[in-house]
């Protein structure tokens, strides 16, 4: 866990009281909503179809237990019992009343949370690896520099107006689980030859409207210059980057129409300015940082302790252990994966009792730690193996313990038109059918690893792109259809899924998915070929004229 | 922003003004007499675009009280109102999806 400073506090309290009064003089007509807006919309507060969503950052994905029962608070007092984790590690509530809203602010600023830098063209919430810290192999806690940058980033007065908002994200694992590819800046944690640590910087990633994976800009830079490097690209894009047009203002658009090549020389000759100034990072404040996190005191236990033995004889428990429970970098612990996927329920929805428990469950079994990832499922990142059969019991009682981390049914969805005031077409919905069809167990293993993603619009906050079946709402004359792309993926290898043919409508979603499925499972090489390795080895036809011969 | 009265106003039938409350977003209709309410029943359904304006510029000028006004088109059944597109029925009468089970 990391600790916050005096200086995070007085900034947070600081804040809530500002918004308090620009709500007063909003509730009082004093501010019209033309003034009021850019101010709420820097606390996290939008307008959705049927009420103000709040949306709150959950730095780098990790929450204490005192936290995780506040967010669960705000959900019972001020909202309808429940909360929605985005893909951005952030969690929102569709239901606050604006009146309200900054006595929930309050109460989060209690526990350090708030919703700056959720929306607006500003650095947004920085987001890593749901394992950070606790991932085998793991070249350093990413989390650490996620801070050095949320610090760096927040309030920047140079970077609080940029053309468009900037998103950066921070792995440290060969296994990319923070989708760094598909960032305004993704960085790569790595060694050079030397065996120093420092980072691949990679620029212009991006879904919407026009997706681009991103590219790497410069290959390593050292702890020291990850701030100024980061600072000279700012730079560049803040000069360079289009205000013109809301569309092209992202620095993916930048990127590209320099190319590369341009770009980065601009950044080199920016940077080399400055790469000696007050964003040289000094060991002592990196240290100092690091000092700030956390980590239980692990203690020296079996890998395959007795309990495990004992209770892996029950076949629901061996394919949740199977399914949810990953490797430590500790012996003798585990990194556990509660899905928010249930059948039938929307994707990311946790209720209040459920979050409370999971708090609960937290300190019990995992240092009062809990995880928030780009998938929308939580994690327990220290658990004791001898403690995952009591555990279990109780995550499966909470309706947390649904054996499909990964599977067809592990299903990433935005908010779509159910509450989205962009959205042209729903997506929850198409989730819940999905999760039903696809409800029993044994199929989902069998099909075996297959990410289905939806948006309900051309933003891609479901990131459709990048879902190994990627489904994407559009609107045809007052109807809802959907576009279906595969072989996307959003890991180390990156990649835009491909179109198979017209928008199938509403009613069809579903069995489309269910062709495709099928056509897989007849192409595939060998049972372990996974999905987007088939499209790959075939690519789309055979998916496509299975899709398009009887519609 | 421009005004939503900048911009110009086509109907292709019957139509209504509706808005979020500015205290809590609750989904609002301009009524005819002036006001607002919490139920599509009582919209004020305009056929053309004059009346569609005068009823959107008393709605913006409602600042304090609303947010958000645009024009929405409705189907007026055997006089009941209707909401004209999937988006407005949302609006109207509430998500379409089965949500986690919330004690009371
Ligand atoms: C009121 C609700 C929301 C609004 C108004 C909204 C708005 C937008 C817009 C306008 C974009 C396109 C940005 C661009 O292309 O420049 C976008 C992208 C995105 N949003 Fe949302 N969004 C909402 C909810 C969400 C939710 C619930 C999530 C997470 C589940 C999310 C995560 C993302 C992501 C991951 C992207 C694409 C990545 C990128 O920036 O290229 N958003 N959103
Ligand atoms: S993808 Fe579109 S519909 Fe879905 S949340 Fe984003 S803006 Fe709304």
Redesign the interface.
């Known amino acids: 866990m990391y600790a916050y400073d005096e200086i995070d506090r007085t900034l947070v309290n600081e804040r809530v009281s500002e918004f308090r009064d620009q709500v007063q003089r909003r509730l009082s007509g004093e501010l019209t909503e033309d003034e009021f807006k850019s101010l709420r919309l820097m606390n996290g507060v939008y307008l959705q179809l049927h009420a103000y969503m709040l949306r709150v950052a959950i730095p780098y994905g990790t929450l204490s237990s005192p936290q995780l029962r506040k967010l669960a608070h705000v959900a019972r007092r001020y909202d309808r019992g429940y909360g929605h984790f985005t893909t951005r590690q952030n969690i929102q509530y569709n239901w606050i009343k604006l009146s309200e809203l900054p006595d929930a602010l309050e109460d989060l600023a209690a526990v350090g949370i708030h919703g700056m830098q959720t929306s607006g063209n500003c650095i947004r919430n920085i987001t890593t690896d749901q394992w950070a810290g606790v991932a085998p192999g793991e070249i350093e806690d990413p989390r650490i520099w996620a801070e050095i940058l949320r610090q760096y980033s927040t309030l920047h007065p140079e970077f609080s107006f940029l053309p468009r908002k900037f998103k950066i994200a921070i792995t440290a694992s060969d296994h990319d689980r923070a989708a760094i590819k598909i960032h305004d800046i993704g960085l790569r944690i790595r060694k050079n030859e030397q065996g120093e640590t420092g980072f691949e910087v990679l620029v212009g990633g991006g879904l919407g409207r026009t997706p681009f994976i991103g590219k790497t800009i410069k290959q390593f830079v050292v702890h020291r210059d990850i701030l100024s490097y980061v600072e000279a690209i700012l730079r560049v894009y803040n000069q360079y980057g289009r205000r013109d047009n809301i569309y092209k203002a992202r620095i993916k658009i930048l990127v590209h129409e320099l190319g590369i090549e341009k770009f980065a020389q601009e950044v080199e000759d920016e940077w080399l300015q400055m790469r000696d100034g007050v964003l040289a990072l000094d060991d002592a404040v990196v240290e100092d940082i690091r000092s700030r996190f956390s980590y239980p005191a692990y203690q020296k236990l079996s890998d395959n302790p007795d309990e495990m033995k004992a209770a892996s004889a029950d076949p629901r428990f061996a394919m949740w252990l199977g399914n949810s429970v990953a490797p430590h970098r500790v012996t003798g612990y585990s990194i556990v994966t509660l899905s928010l996927k249930p059948v039938g329920m929307p994707p990311g929805d946790a209720t209040a009792e459920q979050m409370d428990a999971i708090a609960d469950l937290a300190d019990k079994y995992s240092s009062g730690e809990i995880r928030v990832g780009h998938e929308q499922n939580l994690a327990l990142p220290n658990v004791a193996k001898r403690d995952l059969p009591a555990l279990w019991r109780a995550l499966d009682k909470i309706g947390v313990a649904t054996p499909n981390v990964n599977l067809i049914t592990d299903i990433i969805a935005c908010p779509g038109l159910d509450y989205c005031s962009l959205a042209n077409a729903r997506s929850i919905p198409i989730a819940q059918e999905l999760t039903k069809r696809f409800a029993d167990p044994d199929l989902a293993n069998m099909i075996g690893k297959l990410h289905i993603n939806i948006s309900g619009c051309i933003n891609a906050c479901g990131h459709h792109h990048v879902g190994h079946i990627g489904i994407l709402g559009v609107e045809k004359n007052n109807e809802e259809f959907y576009q279906i792309t595969i072989g996307g993926r959003a890991d180390e290898q990156a990649e835009m899924g491909t179109l198979i043919g017209p928008a199938v409508p509403y009613a069809d979603v579903a069995d489309v998915v269910e062709d495709i499925v099928e056509a897989y499972l007849a192409l595939r090489a060998r049972p372990d070929e996974t999905f987007v390795e088939t499209v790959k080895r075939l690519g789309v036809t055979p998916f496509k004229e299975r899709v398009y011969a009887t519609r | 922003?421009t005004s939503p009265l900048q911009q110009k106003i086509k109907i292709t039938g019957a139509s209504i003004v509706t808005a979020?409350r500015?205290?809590?977003?609750?989904?609002i209709y301009r009524t005819a007499d002036k006001s607002w309410s919490s139920r599509i029943a009582d919209a004020s359904v305009v056929h053309n675009a004059d009346e569609a304006r005068a009823l959107l510029s008393e709605a913006v000028a409602d600042?304090?009280g609303a947010?958000?006004a645009y024009i929405a088109p409705v189907e007026v059944i055997e006089g009941k109102i209707e909401p004209g597109?999937?988006?407005e029925h949302?609006?109207s009468e509430?998500?379409?999806?089965?949500?986690?089970?919330?004690?009371a």
């Open positions: 922003m979020n500015t205290g809590d977003g609750v989904v600042d304090v947010i958000g597109n999937l988006r949302i609006r509430g998500l379409t999806i089965e949500l986690l089970p919330v004690p």
